[in-house]
């Protein structure tokens, strides 16, 4: 009898030890298929994420050609004033 009842304790815990092992393959399974499907999501919003950058590099290219605009917009102010100075310079020579 008690042979018996140490086989049944020993069949219990290796029974136990299979069961909590097969819970962790199974919660790996889980995890496995969770990553797999949030690097999915993550894959198809890329298009959106690359649109984005597409988007602000457009505005930067914008904001950059404004600037050259307006520099070349002072630029001929400058010029323009540059001339004005050297015509009365002329003015005062002469005199």
Known sequence: MEIMEEGIIWGTVIYSIAALL???????????????FVQLVKRRNMPDRYAAYEKMATNEVEKQKQRIQDQEALLDDLKKANEKVHAVNRRLRDV
């Open 22 to 36: 097969m819970m962790f393959i199974i919660l790996a399974i889980v995890v496995m298929l969770v990553v797999l």
